[in-house]
């Protein structure tokens, strides 16, 4: 049984850095990649970014480009969302997930979801 848990959400101020933690348990973690969706308050859930079980392969979705970037630590299994220069449209639950590939992942196929972290970020 897979299980992703996330922490690292907060609340902060616009122009602010945050930087989410998942941590995975229950199977190998380096097989399969691993990303990060998120649910802005009254919207739908959306792909923010991914990376492959290597760590080489990355994608990151336009809108937080040049602002995020997704990593990993295999022996820790762990992966990260570093956010710089947070703006108030990044408010948003943040969800650790995992799937096949990045392709996959950018693709909303999700094989396993964490409960989510809350990121508020204030004007």
């Known amino acids: 049984q897979v299980q992703l848990v996330e922490s690292g959400g907060g609340l902060v101020q616009a122009g602010d850095s945050l930087r989410l933690s998942c941590t995975a348990s229950?199977?190998?973690?380096?097989?399969?990649?691993m990303g990060w969706f998120r649910q802005p308050p009254g919207k739908e859930r959306e792909f923010v970014a991914a990376?492959?079980?290597?760590?080489?392969?990355?994608s990151v979705t336009d809108s937080v480009k040049g602002r995020f970037t997704i990593s990993r630590d295999i022996a820790k299994k762990t992966v990260f969302l570093q956010m710089n220069s947070l703006e108030p449209e990044d408010t948003a639950r943040y969800y650790c997930?995992?799937?096949?590939?990045?392709?996959?992942?950018?693709?909303?196929?999700?094989?396993?979801w964490g409960q989510g972290t809350q990121v508020t970020v204030s004007s």
């Open positions: 997930t995992e799937g096949k590939n990045v392709a996959a992942l950018t693709r909303n196929e999700v094989a396993h």
């Open positions: 229950g199977r190998p973690f380096s097989s399969y990649a």
């Open positions: 990376i492959s079980w290597s760590g080489i392969n990355t």
